[in-house]
């Protein structure tokens, strides 16, 4: 029987692709950058017009979980319909997660949070559906930006 494929996300970035990499390994354990491949010189064609060294295929693990990446230009840029999620042991886990990963204010709500790539996170706390068993509970995760879990907790 053959090895089922694995499944990994592509993180397609206007031009920050090597950036983000050394962003992302910088805040989750276990995570490097695997591998690096630049655009050629932008003599050779010009459909290269602009890009060379920035990065045509990139490999990195976030946390034990393979990404790659590359430098596509503005023609795609992401929204929240994709997020990752976060599930951290605890609250100080989930502010860690918060400060390094939050940029965008307005895009904050139960949780979910855009870095300043434009890339969307769930910061949540491992035991989240055990803390929306009750409807004041999802009332009050609504009302959070960052999850806070003493107030899940008390709800």
């Not at 290269?48 to 990195?60: E, P, R, Y």
């Not at 559906?129 to 930006?145: F, H």
Request: with cysteine; proline share 5%.
């Amino acid at each position: 029987m053959a090895a089922l494929a694995a499944i990994q996300p592509c993180l397609w970035f206007n031009d920050q692709a090597r950036e983000a990499m050394e962003y992302y390994v910088g805040v989750f354990p276990d995570s490097r950058i695997n591998s690096i491949e630049a655009y050629p010189d932008e003599s050779l064609d010009e459909h290269f017009a602009g890009m060379a060294g920035k990065v045509i295929n990139g490999s990195f693990t976030l946390n034990g979980v393979d990404f790659v990446c590359l430098d596509g230009g503005p023609l795609f840029t992401f929204n929240e319909s994709v997020s990752f999620v976060v599930s951290c042991a605890d609250q100080a886990e989930i502010d860690r997660y918060w400060a390094a990963l939050s940029h965008v204010p307005e895009s904050e709500q139960c949780g979910w949070c855009k870095d300043r790539f434009g890339v969307s996170w769930q910061i949540i706390p491992a035991n989240m559906s055990e803390l929306m068993q009750r409807p004041a509970q999802v009332q009050v995760m609504m009302a959070q930006k960052k999850i806070v879990i003493a107030e899940l907790e008390q709800a």
